[in-house]
């Protein structure tokens, strides 16, 4: 429990250093880990990558793609993963795959975080999904 809890505080410390977006805590539980970020900015060229730029200790991005979110990696066998989920139409396909997420669907994002373009009002989720 205290290392969960260590965890928790250490990831939430972490994107407190944002300052584009605000964020919402990060909610871990048995079955999921989240990441959520509530996009606020008038940059309408960031990526979602150069957003989390300049934290590589937490977010380790391969390939245009999240791998490793504060140490969490998606193992060899693909058996878990890091999928990205958003509410912006235009980078989303509930076709793909949707979350619930505080009684709102958020679809497949269609791209990864260096084509991503983050919009103002905005969310993007991150879960660690097993496959």
């Known amino acids: 429990m205290k290392k969960l809890l260590s965890l928790l505080l250490i990831v939430v410390s972490a ?33 979602l990558a150069s957003y989390m730029d300049g934290l590589d200790d937490i977010f380790v991005i391969e390939n245009g793609m999240v791998v490793s979110i504060n140490g ?5 066998d693909w058996s878990y993963c890091w ?8 980078f989303s396909n509930t076709a ?15 791209v990864g975080a260096e ?6 009002g905005c969310t993007y989720i991150w879960v660690y999904q097993e496959f």
């Open 15 to 47: 994107l407190c250093l944002f300052t584009a977006c605000k964020k919402q805590p990060i909610v871990i539980n048995e079955r999921s880990t989240f990441v959520v970020i509530n996009c606020q900015t008038d940059n309408e060229n960031l990526s």
């Open 96 to 110: 793909w795959g949707t979350l619930e997420y505080e009684g709102k669907i958020y679809g497949s994002a269609t």
């Open 72 to 76: 969490i990696e998606n193992p060899a």
């Open 115 to 120: 084509s991503l373009i983050i919009k103002n």
């Open 83 to 90: 999928m990205l989920y958003t509410d912006d139409a235009e």
